[in-house]
């Protein structure tokens, strides 16, 4: 079992990770009231387990369908329904048990109920375990844009028990390992080596090797985080990978690819960036390009109109004087936030089409 502590603004917390994590849950929550959220399929797989950990029954269960259709303000005013009808008060708490969606939609639920109540975490998907539980972003999808919506509202604490992740889809459990390959990439060639040698979506890993990940994960994330709440140029640092990435998701209406999917495809054009500028060698280049594809195969982006990505990379808020703002690698364990020009940026995107093994097929059915 590892403890990681996080500091981040005023908030103190700790981030238990481990098989049988979940047993911490009863004594974190001794003494309060609180309401349990998560999904229908979360809570029907894990929810016995999780009952079993609480020790105490809960003032109440709320269950909403986490698809991201759902992460939504309408939620939310359900979730607050809930709340008001468990006699929840300022001193209650609500414990969050799911994946991103889960996480994001209760605990901005608590952010805004009475003007803030505790919350901890108990994030379900990989993805969840080492990205969106550590860090205080929560919020709802707004018609206009996703995660329009939202507030800065730390945990108290974060649970994650890695037997959560014995019944997760395995193109789930590959989304969460192409963020743990990005903190790798920014901050932990020990971390990057380990991933090369493990297997595709790091399935079947031991449990050993698989808490180090995700503890090493949370470990960058909180560093980060720590030295920048807000989205200062330290925090943006955790966007590599992402500037094409959303560009990606959006010209697909999000349906395409999951969210790991297109940073994976993220992460190989930001090197692929960084060495065309001389910035990366040419041996980092190909470890990460290696790195990311060993982590599993990834929809196609070969049919895509490059210029729909092209332009959406600019809708990314990321541009500044015209220029788009990238987070580079610049080494194994090392990234810079520079600024790129469209035509570089296009230069890359067409150097990870030609990487793209369904045009590689294509080209050798010819
Ligand atoms: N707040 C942040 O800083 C932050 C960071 C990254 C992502 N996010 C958000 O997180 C969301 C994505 O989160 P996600 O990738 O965890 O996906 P998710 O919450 O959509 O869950 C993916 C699927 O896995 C299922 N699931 C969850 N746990 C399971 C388990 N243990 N076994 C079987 N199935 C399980 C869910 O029911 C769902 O169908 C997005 O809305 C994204 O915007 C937030
Ligand atoms: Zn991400």
Same mark, same amino acid.
């Not at 150097?351 to 294509?362: Q, T």
């Given at each position: ?37 998560? !999904? ?53 708490? $609500? ?6 969606? /889960? ?13 803030? $109540?505790?919350?901890?975490? %108990? ?25 329009? $919506? ?8 974060? %649970? ?33 080596? !380990? ?22 994960? $949370? ?48 992460? /190989? ?11 990366? !060698? ?58 790129? !020009? ?25």
């Amino acid at each position: 079992m590892r403890e990681i502590p996080i500091a981040a603004g005023q908030a103190r917390y700790a981030v238990h990770v481990g098989r049988g994590a979940v047993a911490r849950l009863g004594p974190l929550l001794a003494g309060r009231p609180f309401v349990v959220v998560s !999904s229908p399929p979360v809570w029907r797989r894990h929810g016995e387990r999780v009952r079993a950990a609480l020790g105490v029954a809960p003032a109440a269960v709320t269950l909403f369908r986490d698809a991201e259709r759902h992460k939504t303000a309408g939620t939310v005013q359900r979730l607050h329904d809930a709340f008001l009808r468990a006699g929840l008060a300022r001193d209650g708490r $609500v414990v969050a048990v799911g994946g991103g969606v /889960v996480g994001d939609v209760a605990g901005f639920a608590a952010a805004t109920y009475m003007r803030g $109540v505790d919350w901890v975490g %108990v994030p379900t998907t990989l993805l969840s375990m080492v990205d969106s539980s550590v860090g205080g972003k929560v919020g709802v999808n707004h018609p206009a844009a996703k995660n329009l $919506v939202g507030a800065f509202h730390q945990p108290r604490a974060v %649970v994650e028990d890695t037997a959560f992740l014995d019944t997760l889809p395995a193109r789930e459990r590959q989304s969460g390992a192409y963020e743990i390959l990005k903190c790798a990439i920014l901050a932990d060639p020990p971390l990057f080596a !380990s991933l090369r040698k493990g297997p595709p979506a790091l399935r079947g890993w031991a449990d050993g090797p698989l808490e180090d990940a995700v503890a090493a994960a $949370v470990r960058i994330k909180g560093e980060v985080v720590a030295a920048d709440e807000r989205e200062g140029d330290r925090r943006r640092l955790l966007n590599l990978g992402h500037t094409f990435g959303h560009a990606l998701e959006a010209v697909t209406a999000y349906a395409r690819f999951t969210h790991g999917e297109a940073v994976g495809w993220g992460l /190989v054009a930001a090197a692929a960036l960084a060495r065309r500028r001389g910035a990366l !060698s040419e041996g980092d280049f190909t470890a990460i390009a290696e790195a990311v594809d060993a982590l599993g195969p990834r929809p196609p982006i070969r049919d895509l109109r490059a210029k729909a990505v092209l332009d959406a990379l600019g809708r990314d808020k990321k541009v500044k004087d015209g220029r788009l703002v990238f987070v580079l690698p610049v080494g194994i364990g090392r990234a810079v936030i520079e600024t790129v !020009s469209a035509d570089e940026a296009k230069a890359a995107y067409t150097e990870i089409v030609a990487r793209d093994p369904a045009r590689r097929g294509k080209r050798r059915s010819r």
